[in-house]
């Protein structure tokens, strides 16, 4: 199969997404971000980590996660978010040690890699789960990179998406269309507000086993990117 190879330098995107996804986080994303992690355990590859916002909501049953980030100004933000939660938690584990409190921050080891969803065969068959969220709108093939985060799980694996979606009608999808063939993939680093992923993770031979559509923000304002989706794809446990 051919695949199309993706762009990685975005140094003007790179300069404000990350203060922009903070106040959506400020706004209530968060609590997207930490549904989309919750449950998880073990090992966690995260595609396509930004600035690194999903660390600080990995539950302390995860134990490693490897995060995925081509672009380098953004991956060296996330590798500093990294540090900077890894030294907090360290910090607070200590405070609580002194204190002989009985709870620990905990959370997982993070590393921060450079490489891109066309090609993750260094990390086939190794992980619990792989998180994608705000990513599938920008790479340059759904299919096929949803196709390379089924082969890092184990047999019984699961992928976790949260993704901004087309809308399913009314006006707004003919305007994201519209978006979509001209300025937006140009603003946005290679990202597209029309995309249907459910389709592509159907395309892709997988299942979703839990879905949820959302809009966000929730009140009257309406985005080319205000409908999302929150995913669940669980692998079979043994090959079919
Ligand atoms: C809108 S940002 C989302 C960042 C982060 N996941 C978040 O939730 O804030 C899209 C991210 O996808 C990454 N990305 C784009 N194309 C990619 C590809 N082909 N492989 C891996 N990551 C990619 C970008 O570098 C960027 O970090």
């Avoid at 049953?61 to 672009?71: G, I, K, L, Y």
Wanted: charge should be positive.
């Amino acid at each position: 199969m051919t695949r199309v190879a993706a762009r990685r330098k975005h140094k003007v995107f790179a300069s404000w997404y990350p203060g922009r996804a903070e106040a959506m986080d400020r706004a209530g994303f968060a609590e997207y971000r930490r549904r989309l992690l919750s449950g998880l355990t073990g090992h966690v590859l995260e595609l396509g980590a930004g600035s690194g916002l999903n660390f600080a909501h990995y539950p302390a049953e995860v134990e490693r996660v490897v995060a995925v980030e081509p672009e380098p100004t953004l991956r060296a933000r996330a590798e500093s978010t990294a540090s900077e939660l890894a030294a907090a938690r360290a910090m607070s584990a200590s405070t609580s040690a002194a204190t002989s409190a009985a709870t620990s921050s905990g959370g997982p080891q993070i590393e921060v890699v450079d490489a891109v969803a066309e090609d993750l065969s260094a990390y086939a068959g190794k992980f619990d789960a792989a998180v994608c969220s705000l990513v599938l709108c920008s790479v340059p093939d759904q299919r096929a990179a949803l196709e390379q985060l089924a082969t890092v799980l184990r047999p019984g694996g699961q992928i976790r998406l949260l993704e901004h979606v087309g809308a399913p009608g009314g006006v707004l999808a003919p305007v994201q269309r519209a978006l979509d063939a001209t300025i937006w993939p140009w603003i946005g680093a290679g990202c597209h507000c029309s995309r249907d992923v459910t389709s592509a993770v159907v395309l892709a031979g997988l299942k979703v086993t839990d879905a949820e559509s959302f809009r966000f923000p929730a009140g009257r304002l309406t985005l080319p990117t205000s409908p999302h989706v929150l995913l669940t794809v669980v692998l079979p446990r043994r090959a079919q």
